[in-house]
């Protein structure tokens, strides 16, 4: 089985713009989890949808946002970029009670 | 206010020895603990983890204490391996749930 892919890997925006990341989770996984990583912060959950719906949702503002697909893919927005949103995105496929990850989207933001 | 957390932002250990991760948490109604390692440019690797109704876990090098009354839980890694440098997250759940709340990491480092 493949892992849990994201694109892009990297990405380099400038404040104020917006951004889209993307998710497929292992096949057959219908939960996708997304958590910022930072260095000040470590792991902090966004958001998190199963079959098209978000089930749980972290502390964030609301320029952060997300969808899933009937394929369960699922995207994340960030809107009006902070030099605060560089991070490593990472997003989980969930199994039973084991989340899987991929390696992550680096967004700069200049 | 950090529910989980993991105190030693960094450990040594010489290779053979045993390595001991410890973290905290705050929460009682965390119910599901984890251990994950990451790479640097790589997601977080699931290593292993531990329901509340048990109080300790093996998997081979790998063994998962869980304190309640402490509301401690520790990693104990037997023997360390260079290969084992990396950093190690602690993270919680309630009810098993997908949401899970992570501790900062602590970067262990095994020296040959």
């Known amino acids: 089985k493949a892992g849990v892919t994201q694109t892009p890997r990297y990405l380099i925006k400038t404040r104020g713009q917006q951004v889209t990341l993307s998710c497929s989770p292992i096949?057959?996984?219908?939960?996708v989890s997304w958590y910022q990583q930072t260095p000040g912060q470590g792991l902090q959950f966004l958001f998190e949808?199963?079959?098209?719906?978000?089930?749980n949702k972290g502390n964030f503002p609301g320029r952060f946002s997300g969808r899933q697909f009937s394929n369960s893919r699922s995207e994340m927005n960030v809107s009006t970029l902070e030099l605060g949103d560089s991070a490593l995105y990472l997003c989980?496929?969930?199994?039973?009670?084991?989340?899987?990850f991929g390696p992550g989207t680096r967004l700069t933001v200049l | 206010d950090q529910q989980v957390k993991q105190n030693s932002p960094s450990l040594s250990v010489q290779e053979g020895r045993i390595s001991i991760l410890n973290c905290d948490y705050t929460?009682?109604?965390?119910?599901?603990f984890l251990w994950y390692k990451k790479y640097p440019a790589e997601g977080p690797t699931f290593l292993i983890s531990?329901?509340?109704?048990?109080d300790k876990n093996e998997d081979g090098r790998f063994t998962v204490f869980l304190n309640k009354s402490a509301k401690h839980l520790s990693l104990h890694i037997v023997p360390s391996q260079p290969g084992d440098s990396a950093v190690y997250f602690c993270?919680?759940?309630?009810?098993?749930?997908?949401?899970?709340?992570f501790g900062k990491g602590t970067m262990l480092l095994v020296s040959p």
């Open positions: 531990i329901s509340s109704i048990k």
């Open positions: 993270a919680a759940s309630v009810g098993g749930y997908s949401t899970l709340t």
């Open positions: 949808y199963f079959s098209e719906t978000q089930r």
């Open positions: 989980a496929s969930m199994e039973g009670l084991e989340q899987f």
């Open positions: 929460n009682s109604m965390f119910d599901y």
């Open positions: 096949s057959g996984h219908r939960s």
